[in-house]
């Protein structure tokens, strides 16, 4: 059954697919996809500004909202326009199964803190190749408390599946692209094997934590122009760990130590 009150006039079913597409072609990289329930979840607790939200059966997703998100029962009762079946699949890659897809401005998003007002960590990630582990690493500075996620290199943070891994959490904490010789200021700490044992350390405030590639590490000039090589502890014969996993051990480390 339609989720809003029929009116005196038939409403036209394809008007919000065609409100997506124009919002898409009129602010570019400006509109964030939110694919899934829990990505537009967090985007609208955290204040994000959701013009268009989609779904093909309002009633389950109304039904998910009164299970695990009570608060947003009621805006998304007024926020969500339903659409014809098949209809999600032309408009995201991959149709989130909880069936749900919506447009958030992007110019809601948390700016990324200046070293003097920044106490928690920055994380740098050193060109990622991979979006759903920079969206993983959005979710643990998030759940964290970090100060925000800043990459380099041609991967947009962004991304709509960037996002969909962060589960909308890109509202909660600051996430941009950022040039490797323009830096925000404060001590770098560098991920490297050579480095000082984690477990011995107290991380500086406002610290920059940079982390490498799984494959290549860190860059040599970011390498170079660390203050400190900092390394996780690690079995003989193991390579390596996953990107959002090591993010997630040394976020855990600096978590522990706080107040």
């Keep these: ?99 749900v897809a919506a447009l958030a401005a992007r110019a809601g998003a948390p700016a990324v803190p200046r070293s003097g007002a920044r106490t928690a960590p920055l994380v740098l990630l050193d060109d990622p190749r991979n979006l759903g582990n920079v969206g993983a690493v959005v979710r643990l500075a998030a759940g964290c408390g970090a100060a925000g996620v800043l990459t380099t290199g041609g991967t947009d943070p962004w991304h709509p599946a960037a996002v969909r891994a962060g589960a909308g959490l890109h509202f909660a904490t600051a996430v941009a692209r950022a040039e490797p010789d323009a830096l925000p200021e404060g001590p770098l700490y560098a991920l490297d094997p050579e480095g000082d044992d984690l477990r011995g350390l107290d991380l500086p405030e406002g610290v920059l934590l940079a982390f490498g590639t799984e494959r290549h590490g860190l860059s040599p000039a970011l390498r170079k122009r660390a203050d400190r090589l900092v390394s996780l502890p690690m079995e003989p014969l193991v390579s390596s760990y996953n990107l959002a996993t090591s993010v997630a051990m040394v976020l855990y480390h600096w978590m522990s130590r706080r107040p």
């Design 1 to 99: 059954m339609p989720h809003r009150p029929e009116t005196s006039s038939t409403p036209d079913p394809l008007a919000p697919v065609r409100s997506w597409h124009r919002l898409r072609a009129d602010e570019g990289d400006a509109a964030v996809v939110l694919d899934g329930f829990h990505a537009l979840k967090h985007a609208l607790r955290f204040g994000a500004h959701v013009p268009v939200a989609l779904t093909e059966d309002a009633g389950s997703v109304l039904d998910l909202a009164d299970a695990l998100a009570p608060d947003l029962t009621a805006p998304l009762r007024t926020l969500l326009d339903e659409v014809p079946p098949g209809t999600l699949g032309t408009l995201v890659p991959r149709a989130h199964p909880t069936g």
